[in-house]
């Protein structure tokens, strides 16, 4: 609300994400609550230059998901396809 000023369209489609984020803690199915200590333990990480190039490389520089690349005028990211929290 103090960011947008409004109610969220899908208000459990917004703690799901705020999960996903680390700024919420599942207590049960349906509970979740805000634990500050979760928010600073958790870790951003970012993938080093060389990682990305190793990375690139390895798929050839192309995108994993439509084998586009450079030459199709795609600019390439090097990113979790799967979420972090989901083992990515």
């Known amino acids: ?6 109610k969220p369209r899908d208000p459990w489609r917004t703690i799901r994400n705020l ?3 680390g700024f919420l803690v599942k207590v049960r199915k349906g ?21 990305k190039l190793e990375i690139l490389k390895r798929d050839g520089y192309k995108c994993v ?9 795609v600019e390439l990211q090097v ?5 972090k929290y989901l083992g990515g």
Do not use: S, W
């Open 79 to 83: 990113d979790h396809i799967k979420p």
């Open 19 to 21: 999960h996903e984020q």
């Open 31 to 51: 509970v979740y609550r805000y634990e500050p200590n979760a928010v600073n333990l958790k870790e951003l990480e970012d993938f080093t230059t060389e990682q």
């Open 65 to 73: 998901i439509c084998g586009k690349g450079k030459k199709d005028g």
């Open 1 to 6: 609300m103090k960011l947008y000023n409004r």
